[in-house]
């Protein structure tokens, strides 16, 4: 139990993904201006990342080490996260229409956002069993949205500052302040 | 000018991957720690633009339309699962293992299926093939400048020998932060320039450079890419309001954008 704390807790916190692993870098600098769309992002994106985690760890345990074909890790992956998202939306959209009309909107953005592929195959480097990967998906997923609506905070106020230079107005402020929070994330990394 | 040179030109100057068009960010802020990993990173990309794009340009007849994307995957899948095998038994370790994650998620590096949409599936094989010549030797000499000032200010040395003393180190600009404050330097220098690139465009200025006939930047147009991603999600949610009293011109543009 106590293992699987600190994976969560390290995935999230401590080796934030986006803040000190560079990844799902696109949808948190594109998807960040309102908190809505970015808890919206955010949200879809845990839903994913832990059901891939989910998927990926089972066939690579079962399917890819027992017939010896790891070496395939990277191509089975990332057609198993397309096909995945791919029927995550038809499903949502004929049983649950409720939760599709909140994220529906983000899921083709997220087929082949690095996060996802980042996420399956850091399990494997790890070596972590399935319920260690769920885990560990989970909290990497949490640690984006965290990320995510923070920053998505932060820039509603940015927008409304007319005290910004000319040319660090738009994108480089946006990567300022990506800079200062992953300066106040790298304070979790006593953490563990 | 040949064309073949100028595809090289293209690539390394006019459309600079990371200086002009802004693509493949994530490897660029994770990979340049150090001026060696950074070339390392720009090596193994450039390995698999080439072969991607030769592939893609020998197949574009033969793939159809309406899946080339995960067509387009797949090739670019199996030749970094290629180039990852051999950087496992031929590169440094040290360097292999500083990328660690991030070979196999060349995959879903923006560059290549950028290049693969917009130039490899309209031209013939040896000129994408040179396209990706280009546009690998200017990712690789980009993330290699980054590398470089980032291993200077932030641990003082030289592609490995330390020529700054200890003391007067910033050890940020080695860690995250760093990464994200040398990248935010660097657009605001494009939007002081005012370099054509994805980030300092708006959506009627890029198509007017497109009419001109200039590089335009990114025309955000991939499926993956984020940089207009909220363009979309807006669009979207305004298409699903509209939907529900069917209102005639919105279900008309809807039924166009099918």
């Given at each position: 139990m106590q293992e699987l704390l600190l994976i969560a807790v390290g995935a999230a916190?401590?080796?934030?993904?986006?803040?000190?692993?560079?990844?799902?870098i696109c949808p948190f600098l594109?998807?960040?201006?309102?908190v809505e769309t970015a808890t919206g992002m955010g949200v879809a994106v845990l839903f994913v990342i832990s059901l891939a985690s989910l998927i990926c760890s089972l066939i690579y345990d079962h399917i890819l080490v027992p017939m010896d074909l790891a070496y395939l890790q990277t191509i089975v992956f990332i057609l198993v996260i397309a096909g995945l998202v791919q029927f995550v939306e038809m499903f949502l959209k004929k049983s649950i229409p409720s939760l599709y009309t909140a994220l529906g909107v983000y899921l083709p953005l997220i087929?082949?956002?690095?996060a996802v592929l980042g996420a399956a195959l850091t399990n494997v480097q790890e070596g972590y069993g399935l319920v260690e990967s769920v885990v560990n998906g989970v909290g990497i997923s949490a640690g984006f949205l965290l990320a995510i609506t923070l920053m998505a905070g932060v820039r509603e106020k940015i927008a409304e500052n007319?005290?910004?230079p000319k040319s660090f107005q738009g994108s480089p402020i946006v990567l300022v302040t990506a800079g200062l929070m992953a300066i106040a994330f790298c304070g979790f990394s006593g953490l563990i | 000018m040949n064309k073949y040179i100028e595809r090289i030109y293209n690539g390394i100057i006019?459309?600079?991957?990371?200086?002009?068009?802004?693509?493949?960010?994530c490897p660029t802020l994770a990979t340049t720690t150090s001026a060696i990993n950074g070339f390392g990173m720009g090596v193994a990309t450039t390995a698999v633009l080439i072969f991607s794009n030769m592939l893609i340009a020998a197949l574009r007849n033969i793939i159809p339309e309406k899946v080339r994307i995960p067509a387009y995957v797949v090739v670019i899948a199996s030749l970094v699962t290629i180039v990852d095998l051999l950087m496992q038994a031929f590169a440094p370790r040290d360097l292999y293992n500083a990328l660690g994650i991030y070979i196999p998620l060349i995959v879903v590096n923006c560059i290549i299926m950028g290049r693969a949409e917009a130039y490899a599936a309209k031209h013939a094989p040896l000129l994408s093939a040179f396209d990706g010549i280009g546009m690998g030797i200017g990712f690789t000499c980009a993330l290699t400048i980054i590398g470089f000032c980032r291993e200077l200010i932030g641990?003082?040395?030289?592609f490995g020998y330390?020529?700054?003393?200890?003391?007067?180190?910033?050890?940020?600009?080695?860690?995250?932060p760093g990464a994200f404050l040398v990248l935010a330097c660097l657009t605001a220098l494009q939007n002081k320039l005012k370099a054509p690139s994805a980030t300092n465009l708006t959506k009627e200025e890029r198509a007017k450079k497109k009419l001109a006939g200039?590089?335009?930047?990114?025309?955000?147009?991939?499926?993956?890419?984020?940089?207009h991603a909220e363009e979309i999600v807006e669009k979207k949610i305004e298409l699903k309001k509209a939907?529900?009293?069917?209102?005639d011109a919105v279900s008309d543009r809807e039924g166009g954008n099918r």
């Open positions: 916190l401590v080796n934030n993904v986006t803040l000190s692993q560079f990844l799902g594109g998807v960040s201006k309102k087929t082949t956002n690095c007319e005290g910004i | 006019k459309e600079n991957p990371t200086f002009v068009i802004m693509l493949g960010m641990a003082g040395s030289v330390t020529i700054i003393p200890d003391d007067f180190h910033v050890g940020i600009f080695v860690m995250a200039e590089p335009e930047g990114c025309t955000g147009n991939c499926q993956s890419c984020m940089l939907d529900c009293p069917k209102t």
